[in-house]
C-alpha cells in the first residue's frame, strides 16, 4: 500500500492558524482564506481510527472539488483552487453550528433510532411500519449540532433557532439548499447507476450571505447504493441489503467487534487487508461518482510534494 497522510504541520508565508479535524487539517491564511489537506485519516462515530487508509484524502478531496463545481448553481461556495491532489483553498466564513443532514430513506442512525421506538425525528414525524431503507415521501433534513470533540446531537430547527444557531430565515434558506443539493445529488448519482441514501451539508456565513463550506456528496459525508441492488431489495426482488459505496461497511465492521464509540469501549485494530479493503470502496466510489479513472498521486514523498505545491501555489497567488 502507498503511503498514507496520517497528520500535516507546515507553516506557510500568512499563515495565521492551523486546526487538526477529524479528516482534514485546516490552515488558516491571513484573515480572509482557507487552506484544507484531506489527510488519510478515517473516523467512525466521532472517532478517529488507529490506522490511516491509503489514497483515502486524495478521493475525498477531488471529490468534493467535483461536485462543489457541479452544484455552485444551486449555492455559492468556497472552493478557489486545487493546487495538490490532497489540497483546496477557498474562503473563509463563519460556520454555521449545524450539520444539515439529508435523507431519502430509513437506514443507518435514523433506522437505529426507529428501532428503538423513536417517531420523531428532528421534527421530522415518522409513520409506524416502516422497514430498515424504505423511502420517505419527500427527504427529510435532520439537522446535528457541530461538535469539535466527542458526539454531534439531533436537533429540531425550532431548538435551533431558540439556540442561536441560525435565525429563522437563516433556516429556510440552509434548508432550501439542503433539499436543491440533495435531489442534485440524487440525479447525478442515479445517471452513474446509483442511488444517495442520505447526506450531510455544512454552511457558513460570508458577507452575509449563506455559502456551501466543506465537502459534498463524498464517501465521508454521504451514503450510496448500488441503484440496481437497493431497488431489488426495496421492492422485495432480492433478499441482499443493498451493496454500499459509502463508509458505513467500517462502522458496521466495527460494531461487529464490539465497537460503537461508547465509553469503555476497545478500539479494535485494523488489519492491513481490512484497510486495503477501505481503499479500493473509496477509490471504486471515486471512479463510479465522477465517471473518471482514478489516478493515485506519487507518494513517495507524499508531505513533501504537498509542501512543494502549496508554496509554488501561493507564489504564484500572491
Request: hydrophobic share 35%; net charge negative; glycine share 8%.
Amino acid at each position: 500500500m502507498g503511503t498514507a497522510i496520517s497528520t500535516t504541520d507546515f507553516m506557510f508565508a500568512g499563515q495565521t492558524g492551523l486546526y487538526h479535524g477529524k479528516v482534514r487539517d485546516v490552515y488558516s491564511l491571513g484573515e480572509d482564506k482557507l487552506l484544507m489537506i484531506a489527510t488519510d485519516r478515517i473516523s467512525a462515530f466521532d472517532v478517529i481510527l488507529p490506522k490511516p487508509i491509503p489514497y483515502k484524502g486524495q478521493v475525498l478531496n477531488q471529490l468534493a472539488a467535483h461536485f462543489l463545481d457541479k452544484t455552485s448553481d444551486i449555492v455559492p461556495n468556497w472552493l478557489k483552487a486545487v493546487p495538490d491532489p490532497n489540497v483546496s483553498v477557498g474562503l473563509k466564513a463563519q460556520p454555521v453550528m449545524l450539520e444539515m443532514i439529508v435523507r431519502g430513506c430509513l437506514v443507518g442512525s435514523a433506522w437505529r433510532d426507529y428501532q428503538s421506538g423513536k417517531r420523531d425525528l428532528c421534527g421530522n414525524k415518522l409513520t409506524e411500519g416502516m422497514e430498515e431503507y424504505d423511502r420517505f415521501e419527500t427527504p427529510i433534513v435532520t439537522p446535528t449540532t457541530k461538535a469539535d470533540v466527542g458526539h454531534d446531537e439531533n436537533i429540531t430547527p425550532d431548538a435551533a433557532i431558540k439556540a442561536g444557531l441560525c435565525t429563522a430565515q437563516e433556516w429556510e434558506q440552509l434548508s432550501d439548499y439542503a433539499q436543491k443539493l440533495f435531489a442534485r445529488g440524487q440525479e447525478m448519482a442515479q445517471a452513474q447507476g446509483l442511488f444517495l441514501a442520505d447526506t450531510k451539508y455544512e454552511f457558513g456565513r460570508l458577507d452575509g450571505k449563506i455559502i456551501l463550506i466543506d465537502e459534498v456528496h463524498t464517501p465521508d459525508s454521504s451514503r450510496y447504493f448500488y441503484a440496481d441492488s437497493y431497488e431489488a431489495f426495496v421492492s422485495g426482488k432480492s433478499s441482499d441489503k443493498p451493496k454500499q459505496l459509502s463508509k458505513e461497511f467500517v462502522r458496521e465492521w466495527l460494531m461487529e467487534r464490539g465497537f460503537s464509540g461508547q465509553t469503555g469501549e476497545t478500539m479494535p485494530d485494523l488489519p492491513d487487508d481490512f484497510v486495503q479493503q477501505v481503499t479500493d470502496r473509496y477509490i471504486e466510489l471515486y471512479e463510479k461518482m465522477s465517471g473518471q479513472k482514478f489516478e493515485k498521486a506519487d507518494v513517495s514523498d507524499v508531505q513533501k510534494r504537498i509542501e512543494t505545491n502549496i508554496k509554488q501555489y501561493l507564489e504564484k497567488a500572491s
